[in-house]
């Protein structure tokens, strides 16, 4: 067996490696119970007496200096962790995957509720609001991003160069002493706003699939065939399969989708954007756009109107999340680095240009508010957004099929944390995926979907749990940042200097404030039917995470796990 040695030389005062280290670090001989920083390696580090040399991977006859070596995966080897995952993801495909997996096209399904509680002005002005204070979330994330895709060989911390993201983030920024338990929160709160979300985003997939056939077969007032619940989660169930396939056994594919998907909503929104308002044959006034508010009281049983107007900005609290997904690629992206913090403030962009565009287009094409909701109308009064698109249609051409293609368009634990986390953790022979824990992931989201069978409210408790859990693992490094002292934070390439305690506060409350809102009632009167059961859900959720840790995981979770022993 060829053996590689490495000697690391890279100025330490260039600037591309910041922080304090020892002038000799040695990784010590592999054993059966450590792993080296290549599958056959041993691994030896010095640095000179000059503070400088030069990287060579020797190899029998072939020499690789350091720029044959993303630095992404030289950064992970240095801070003690083995390059387990494939490094084929570009920015583009980077950015198509967090636009991918943004709510936005899920959350369109709420643009009915919404519109129920306050009429077009909350859904418009509610889009601006919330994206104004998103903008600072994805500040904030993108400058903790940035500066840990800046920092080397910290000997006790972890990364953002590693799958676990805004869990690595939180071990680094909450120290040694507190960061076992802040990691463990934060893990767990994205693990389940992440199984949730996607559950979301089978759940919204289904429903449009079962519009569309309602609409091609002849609509609601016409007999048009309208899914029956046991069929809707046969169809939840099918996307659930369907991703851990393609997740399990094709990640070039799936990287290859994410591109499609962004050109393909890209596209769809631009679409919808231009096309709709220009086949409509009557469309709304500024006036009503932007100042028209109506409470549909006899839809949501709510007469507040600071309440009402509260609630209508759940559809944009939903759909504006997500943007960290790049983060979680860039173990997997090259020169993560740079483009993990890019990616992240351009899907933020991306979300609001489209969102915007997408909720003016609907709102400006709407024929007749008072039909919207009409039980009796072409989709059962069920989905607003889809009767908008055949309104349009139907009036300019007496055919309702132009709507139905636009429908088509746009529906197309490595660190022992989690029980049987040897097994989670194993990555496919072939595929180098986590192929265990991505069947786990899909097998919860089918579970989690199984109340649709037996309730119309559903969606909108695994919407809220989602929501909240996924905000609540932004809110915790987020909030650490803004309580740690300046001189312990080392910025990267993109930094928000002065301004930084302040842009991570304002996210910080913005976070505590939607998080309270997703907890609320939306119906009234509250029956078993439009009771909100997100707190119930969240409390068991919690109740589990604390106890575990309590009793038993305080033992011997220690947060990220090297898998390269650094030996001082």
């Given at each position: 067996?060829?053996?590689?040695?490495?000697?690391?030389?890279?100025?330490?005062?260039?600037?591309t490696?910041?922080?304090?280290?020892?002038?000799?670090?040695?990784?010590?001989?592999?054993?059966?119970?450590?792993?080296?920083?290549?599958?056959?390696?041993?691994?030896?580090?010095?640095?000179?007496?000059?503070?400088?040399?030069?990287?060579?991977?020797?190899?029998?006859?072939?020499?690789?200096?350091?720029?044959?070596?993303?630095?992404?995966?030289?950064?992970?080897?240095?801070?003690?962790?083995?390059?387990?995952?494939?490094?084929?993801?570009?920015?583009?495909?980077?950015?198509?995957?967090?636009?991918s997996?943004?709510?936005?096209?899920?959350?369109?399904?709420?643009?009915?509720p919404?519109?129920?509680?306050?009429?077009?002005?909350?859904?418009?002005?509610?889009?601006?609001?919330?994206?104004?204070?998103?903008?600072?979330?994805?500040?904030?994330?993108?400058?903790?991003?940035?500066?840990?895709?800046?920092?080397?060989?910290?000997?006790?911390?972890?990364e953002?160069?590693?799958?676990?993201?805004?869990?690595?983030?939180?071990?680094?920024?909450?120290?040694?002493?507190?960061?076992?338990?802040?990691?463990?929160?934060?893990?767990?709160?994205?693990?389940?706003?992440?199984?949730?979300?996607?559950?979301?985003?089978a759940?919204?997939g289904?429903?449009?699939?079962?519009?569309?056939?309602?609409?091609?077969?002849?609509?609601n007032?016409?007999g048009?065939?309208?899914a029956?619940?046991?069929?809707?989660?046969?169809?939840?169930f099918?996307?659930?399969?369907?991703?851990?396939?393609?997740?399990?056994?094709?990640?070039?594919?799936?990287?290859?989708?994410?591109?499609?998907?962004?050109?393909?909503?890209?596209?769809?929104?631009?679409?919808?954007?231009?096309?709709?308002?220009?086949?409509?044959?009557?469309t709304?006034?500024?006036?009503?756009?932007?100042?028209h508010?109506?409470?549909?009281?006899?839809?949501?049983?709510?007469?507040?109107?600071?309440?009402?107007l509260?609630?209508?900005?759940?559809?944009?609290?939903?759909?504006?999340?997500?943007?960290?997904?790049?983060?979680?690629?860039?173990?997997?992206?090259?020169?993560?680095?740079?483009?993990?913090?890019?990616?992240?403030?351009?899907?933020?962009?991306?979300?609001?240009?489209?969102?915007?565009?997408?909720?003016l287009?609907?709102?400006?094409?709407?024929?007749?508010p008072?039909?919207?909701?009409d039980?009796?109308?072409?989709?059962?009064?069920?989905?607003?957004?889809?009767?908008?698109?055949?309104?349009?249609?139907?009036?300019?051409?007496?055919s309702?099929?132009?709507?139905?293609?636009?429908?088509?368009?746009?529906?197309?634990?490595?660190?022992?944390?989690?029980?049987?986390?040897?097994i989670?953790?194993?990555?496919?022979?072939?595929?180098?995926?986590?192929?265990?824990?991505?069947?786990?992931?899909?097998?919860?989201?089918a579970?989690?979907?199984?109340?649709v069978?037996?309730?119309?409210?559903?969606?909108?408790?695994?919407?809220?749990?989602?929501?909240?859990?996924?905000?609540?693992?932004?809110?915790i490094?987020?909030?650490?940042?803004m309580?740690?002292?300046?001189?312990?934070?080392?910025?990267?390439?993109?930094?928000?200097?002065?301004?930084?305690?302040?842009?991570?506060?304002?996210?910080?409350?913005?976070?505590?404030?939607?998080?309270?809102?997703?907890?609320?009632?939306?119906?009234?009167?509250?029956?078993?039917?439009?009771?909100?059961?997100?707190?119930?859900?969240?409390?068991?959720v919690?109740?589990?995470?604390?106890?575990?840790?309590?009793?038993d995981?305080?033992?011997?979770?220690?947060?990220?796990?090297?898998?390269?022993?650094v030996?001082?």
């Open positions: 067996m060829k053996r590689k040695q490495w000697e690391f030389g890279k100025s330490w005062k260039d600037g490696i910041r922080g304090e280290y020892p002038r000799s670090i040695s990784l010590p001989a592999p054993t059966s119970n450590t792993p080296t920083l290549q599958d056959d390696t041993a691994s030896r580090i010095d640095q000179d007496t000059c503070g400088s040399a030069t990287l060579i991977l020797s190899t029998g006859s072939a020499v690789e200096t350091v720029a044959d070596i993303d630095p992404g995966e030289r950064r992970l080897n240095e801070l003690g962790y083995k390059q387990e995952l494939k490094r084929e993801v570009s920015l583009l495909k980077c950015v198509g995957f967090g636009f997996t943004v709510g936005l096209f899920a959350g369109i399904l709420l643009y009915g919404s519109f129920a509680y306050t009429g077009p002005v909350g859904l418009v002005w509610g889009w601006f609001i919330v994206s104004f204070f998103t903008g600072f979330i994805g500040l904030a994330l993108a400058e903790i991003c940035s500066s840990f895709s800046g920092m080397c060989m910290c000997l006790w911390a972890s953002n160069l590693t799958t676990g993201s805004l869990y690595f983030w939180t071990a680094h920024l909450a120290g040694p002493r507190y960061g076992p338990f802040a990691s463990w929160v934060c893990a767990w709160l994205e693990i389940v706003g992440l199984i949730a979300g996607a559950g979301t985003q759940y919204s289904a429903q449009v699939l079962q519009y569309i056939v309602l609409l091609s077969t002849g609509t007032k016409d048009g065939y309208f029956s619940r046991g069929v809707f989660y046969s169809i939840y099918g996307f659930c399969l369907i991703w851990a396939i393609l997740n399990t056994f094709a990640l070039k594919i799936v990287a290859m989708i994410d591109v499609v998907s962004l050109y393909w909503q890209v596209v769809g929104g631009a679409l919808i954007i231009i096309l709709v308002p220009s086949i409509a044959p009557v709304q006034s500024a006036k009503y756009v932007f100042t508010y109506e409470k549909s009281t006899e839809l949501t049983g709510i007469h507040s109107n600071p309440y009402a509260v609630l209508s900005l759940l559809f944009s609290q939903f759909a504006l999340l997500g943007y960290d997904a790049p983060a979680h690629l860039t173990e997997e992206t090259k020169n993560a680095d740079r483009n993990g913090p890019m990616a992240i403030l351009v899907t933020t962009g991306l979300m609001f240009s489209v969102g915007c565009g997408v909720i287009s609907l709102t400006f094409s709407i024929q007749d008072a039909y919207l909701f039980p009796l109308n072409e989709t059962g009064g069920g989905f607003v957004a889809a009767q908008i698109l055949y309104d349009a249609f139907y009036g300019r051409y007496g309702g099929t132009g709507a139905v293609v636009l429908l088509c368009v746009y529906a197309l634990s490595r660190d022992g944390g989690t029980p049987g986390s040897r989670w953790k194993k990555l496919h022979p072939i595929y180098k995926v986590p192929a265990n824990a991505v069947w786990l992931s899909s097998f919860i989201t579970l989690i979907g199984l109340p069978l037996g309730t119309n409210v559903a969606f909108t408790a695994i919407v809220s749990v989602s929501s909240i859990g996924w905000m609540g693992s932004y809110a490094p987020i909030f650490l940042r309580i740690m002292l300046r001189k312990n934070f080392t910025p990267g390439p993109f930094h928000l200097g002065k301004a930084s305690r302040a842009i991570c506060a304002v996210a910080f409350l913005w976070i505590c404030y939607s998080s309270s809102v997703f907890l609320l009632p939306t119906l009234y009167p509250l029956t078993l039917e439009s009771f909100n059961y997100a707190p119930v859900a969240l409390g068991v919690l109740s589990f995470i604390m106890s575990w840790w309590i009793l995981a305080r033992k011997w979770f220690s947060g990220p796990v090297r898998n390269i022993i030996d001082k």
